[in-house]
């Protein structure tokens, strides 16, 4: 399908893009999953140690806006990455209160593992679909984010270039 057609998607092609959605979700998280494991990690920990690394001195609150989880969920997730000596929280200079976290060495090679799987996978799959369809693909996972998650996202990619 092309140009027009696709502003007219029948419920059945809608419902089969969602199902392929589920599908490639599932592939993604499939390779960081197996090494997560292995650790006695889950997807939260993963989701972390990424945001973590990409705003390195984030606060908790930050952390939590991005995350969108409870307060009570990354607490038990950052005690796990901190006690094991991947992820390090420092006390503000500024506000005493606030807390920035940093990935140690060891957090920095767990979390360049867990995205070299994912990165090898979205690469070979962008080859394959050609330059057209991976802006295309981004274009939609825009219009698809609820607008607040929208300007996180828009900050998140300002703040690495």
Known sequence: MQGETLLYLTDEQLRQGAEAMFFAYRGFTADPDRILASLSYGR?????????????????NNLLTTLGVTKQSLNRVLRTLIGDGLVESRVGRVDKRERHLYLTPEGEALERELSEVQRARLRAAFRDAGPEAVAGFRRVLEAMMDPEMRRQYERLREGRG
């Open 44 to 60: 939260a920990h993963h989701r972390a140690l990424h945001f973590i690394h990409g705003a390195p001195g984030t606060t908790v």
